[in-house]
């Protein structure tokens, strides 16, 4: 591994390619420790004429170029077989060969986590990633995890979310010992099913650096009541995009209110500041950058459609991870766990069929 | 059952008691079909002062003294031992002594299903009834059914959610052929686990009087993609929970907002109708009124804190399902699914240990 900071950037993935994640790269070099670096793979001549532009770039940059680009609807298999020499796979193989300590793409979230998953392994006995959501609350930000890779989870699994959504946590906020919540119907021990009641009692018997605070409910989510949530990739997964289409449903409803007549308009031009401030606020490129928990080194996924400051988000957490302990710890919480009694006494999660945002 | 309609009502139910319930009555009656009549079960002595000041609830209402109260913290094992003679009990009572075609409750849910499933039982071989959520959405209301008591749910328990579903939808909306999603983490027949897989098969091999769509995301729900929305008690209580956090997220970020300093008061002065219009837009009294669907009878449950115009809308829901053709439709429906090929092959939810909302 180079001493210096090094991130690799798929440049091309996401709706806007180089343009944005260029910028964004930009924005992150005033931000980050001096003598940062990046690889940029992509294609040569789309990043040339941005990189023009953006001048103090050439210093901090190097341009790798790519011959392809995995496209945004791909199916992962296909990426996994076709993908090689693509922008997304050479981002992911610079880590592999530990040119870079991080790396961040905007493309299809399917192909990038098929892609970590071949070229850098999983730790432990896990079968796939956990995908995190930053979700803002009235609080701050809450993890929450799995968003949507692993459909059916064991109790064993929700404590391993719990174990690495924590040292997630930490390391980005730099919390010592972050609060974790399991999702539930209800905060009684006896709610919920079988697996949520037994990853409940092993996390209330666990010694890990989080403090346990037990079952939360869905209100629990957007009133921050703690640091980390964790569910299983089927529930957070319509947990989020749940909460998005009712984002949406908000904005819309909040766009016509304030367009339905002359007064209305002139409310919202008198009240423009403070409007600005809600929706910056309520923007979600400041906390866009969501990790692959459980490889072997650290992937970001940025949204496809985040924009530059987003995209500078998701640099920034990549960066945060690299330089935190974060990977070792991780992985001496989770052999803790698997020494831990009644650790994996049920079947692995990974012997059970099911398909979640991503293909096998 | 009388000609008349007749709904009978646990008037000491929710945060308010008759204060609330009962003035929501007198709305209703304004809307009603004439000769509508009300069973009011409470405490007399607090009723009498309410509708002292409601005269014209005198020749439609009968009063029957209830011993007690269903307190809505109490569990529901205990409501079902210790709840007879109260107001609740003495409600779905009438109900099964044919005294009255539905009842409403904003009293405890838990108990109010308990009282519900012990007095009227279950139709078919269910086990628990299903609770539906009406949400508004940007192209009306869709039903989201189960959002709480059914927490682990096979193939056959879904497919009775999408028929049951859009039974009620129907009676409600008079859309001939409601169309029902099923929730999942993608659109692609291959995603989410096997019973929601098994569940997609079936429905779309089906005959019901249903319109089935597929499957559906998260952001569907608030989008209004479909009509009916079905999904096991879990993800559905995680769901509609999440979106109440996400409501009250906003609305204290929007209040902020518009206090901040005098020039955000002043522009929230002018816009004032429009703000007006949105806030009663986005008011949950419009569409309060959830059935517990399963039961042999229309038990509706308001929301606790409902205020007089939502208790309104709930005996409307009651009214609605009581006119219409809606338990014997639904009767035909579910004995159609039964004889269906492939129903009923995997063993029957109710023999999983599991608890939802509500205790068994």
Same mark, same amino acid.
């Not at 993908?83 to 693509?86: L, R, V, Y």
């Not at 009694?341 to 012997?351: K, L, N, V």
């Given at each position: 591994m180079p001493d210096r900071l090094v991130i690799s950037v798929d440049?091309? #993935? &996401?709706?806007?390619? +180089?343009d944005v994640t260029l910028s964004g790269v930009a924005r992150a070099t005033k931000f980050l420790v001096p003598g940062a670096r990046f690889l940029l793979h992509g294609d040569a001549a789309r990043m040339e004429p941005v990189l023009a532009r953006l001048p103090a770039l050439a210093s901090v940059c190097e341009v790798r170029p790519a011959e392809s680009v995995i496209p945004m609807d791909a199916k992962p298999a296909h990426a996994m077989r076709r #993908? *090689?020499? !693509?922008s997304m796979w050479n981002a992911v193989e610079c880590l592999r060969a530990e040119e870079a300590q991080a790396v961040v793409s905007a493309g299809n979230t399917g192909a990038l986590m098929a892609i970590s998953r071949l070229l850098l392994r999983m730790t432990g006995d896990m079968d796939r990633p956990a995908l995190v959501a930053n979700w803002p609350t009235l609080r701050g930000v809450t993890s929450v995890l799995d968003?949507? $890779?692993?459909?059916v989870c064991d109790a064993d699994r929700l404590v391993e979310f719990a174990i690495m959504g924590a040292a997630f946590h930490r390391a980005i906020h730099k919390t010592a010992r972050p609060s974790v919540g399991l999702l539930n119907v209800? =905060?009684? =021990?006896? *709610? &919920?099913h079988d697996d949520v009641r037994e990853a409940d009692r092993r996390l209330r018997a666990s010694e890990f650096a989080l403090d346990y605070h037990g079952f939360v409910e869905g209100d629990d989510i957007a009133k921050g009541t703690v640091d980390v949530i964790v569910t299983d990739g089927f529930t957070g997964n319509v947990a989020l995009k749940t909460a998005e289409g009712l984002a949406r449903f908000f904005t819309t409803t909040l766009r016509t209110t304030f367009t339905a007549d002359a007064m209305s308009k002139l409310g919202a031009l008198i009240a423009r500041r403070s409007l600005k401030r809600m929706s910056e606020r309520l923007d979600p490129g400041s906390i866009n950058g969501g990790p692959f928990l459980g490889l072997n080194g650290i992937v970001i996924k940025s949204h496809g459609g985040a924009d530059a400051r987003g995209f500078a988000n998701a640099i920034r957490v990549a960066a945060e991870l690299a330089a935190s302990d974060f990977v070792r710890q991780l992985d001496d919480d989770l052999s803790k766990h698997l020494k831990a +009694?009644? $650790? !994996? $006494? =049920?079947? +692995?999660? $990974?012997?059970r069929p099911s398909e979640g945002i991503v293909a096998a």
């Open positions: 440049a091309m #993935g &996401g709706d806007h390619g +180089p #993908g *090689k020499g !693509s968003v949507g $890779a692993n459909i209800g =905060t009684e =021990t006896e *709610k &919920g +009694p009644g $650790a !994996s $006494a =049920t079947a +692995p999660a $990974a012997s």
